[in-house]
């Protein structure tokens, strides 16, 4: 079992920057596959970001929405157990729930096996 905890949410006016944080528990996190997704008012919830395992002289890929790119950045401190979401340029369409997700598996979009609770971002315009 793996237990999330997000933190680092809230109000920020439309160009600003948050980062959000969230710390595993559980099971060894060194290795699994750790992303974030989120869900605004009305519509279903969408991938934003994943950090996977991928070995070799890089050993880790990241993978975002295109609505995202260039603007967040995913990353993560093993020694921690915590993955962050930088959010750069915040528009008011990125107010939603964001949400943590863990383990799993990549397959052209990210497949998570444990979630977190969600922090609220609110982007004012």
């Known amino acids: 079992q793996v237990q999330l905890v997000e933190s680092g949410g809230g109000l920020v006016q439309a160009g600003g920057s948050l980062r959000l944080s969230c710390t595993a528990s559980?099971?060894?996190?060194?290795?699994?596959?750790m992303g974030w997704f989120r869900q605004a008012p009305g519509k279903e919830r969408e991938f934003v970001a994943a950090?996977?395992?991928?070995?070799?002289?890089?050993?880790?890929?990241?993978y975002y929405a295109d609505s995202v790119k260039g603007r967040f950045t995913i990353s993560r401190d093993n020694a921690k157990r915590t993955v962050y979401l930088e959010m750069n340029s915040l528009k008011p369409e990125d107010t939603a729930i964001y949400s943590c997700a863990a383990d799993g598996y990549y397959s052209s979009t990210y497949y998570p096996r444990y979630w977190g609770q969600g922090t609220q971002v609110t982007v004012s315009s």
């Open positions: 559980g099971r060894t996190f060194n290795s699994y596959p």
């Open positions: 950090i996977i395992w991928s070995g070799g002289v890089t050993y880790w890929s990241t």
